[in-house]
């Protein structure tokens, strides 16, 4: 992750000034995986390492999760820069669809994304899911708001697509 922060900053959230930095300090980390456990208990948030041949090579997280009338959740990921484009995104968010709908059950899942990263929107357009439009300054990424178009899968959707996504993307 320290090896590619300047190609991620771009698309995240800037830290809060005094905030430590859970990739430098062990203290903040073990924090993190604290909130983290914290999260799966109450079950509102699971994170999941993407491993390539062993080696940490990104994350992808269900947060947010909201039950009652709702039942949805937001899919956020990264994966390191060496290894972006060659399909190990598209698997993870297949799987973690998977868990969503049949472990969680859930009805929604959203992803959002800022218009200009096309790496990120060739994931879900590839995996088809719906775009739903534009939502104006939607996230605070790296101190600007910015613009994030959403992109959304129901349980019925993943139904009707969920052998077609597992044969090509997890078998």
């Avoid at 903040?28 to 491993?51: D, N, P």
């Avoid at 269900?62 to 820069?81: C, F, K, L, M, P």
Wanted: glycine share 8%; hydrophobic share 40%; net charge neutral.
């Amino acid at each position: 992750r320290r090896r590619c922060s300047d190609w991620l900053t771009r698309w995240e959230s800037r830290r809060i000034p005094g905030q430590p930095d859970t990739v430098e300090d062990r203290a903040a980390f073990s924090s993190r995986c604290s909130v983290r456990m914290r999260e799966i208990q109450l079950g509102t948030g699971y994170g999941f390492g993407i491993f390539v041949d062993g080696d940490f090579a990104g994350e992808i997280n269900v947060n947010s999760i909201h039950r009652g009338a709702h039942q949805n959740a937001y899919v956020g990921y990264w994966i390191d820069e060496r290894l972006a484009g060659q399909g190990y995104m598209p698997e993870s968010v297949v799987a973690v669809l998977r868990f969503c709908f049949e472990q969680l059950l859930l009805h929604r899942v959203q992803i959002s994304i800022i218009p200009r990263n096309a790496a990120s929107r060739r994931v879900v357009e590839k995996l088809g899911l719906r775009p739903e439009g534009v939502a104006e300054r939607y996230l605070e990424i790296n101190g600007v708001w910015e613009d994030h178009i959403r992109y959304a899968m129901t349980v019925e959707e993943w139904e009707l697509r969920r052998d077609e996504l597992t044969t090509v993307w997890l078998l």
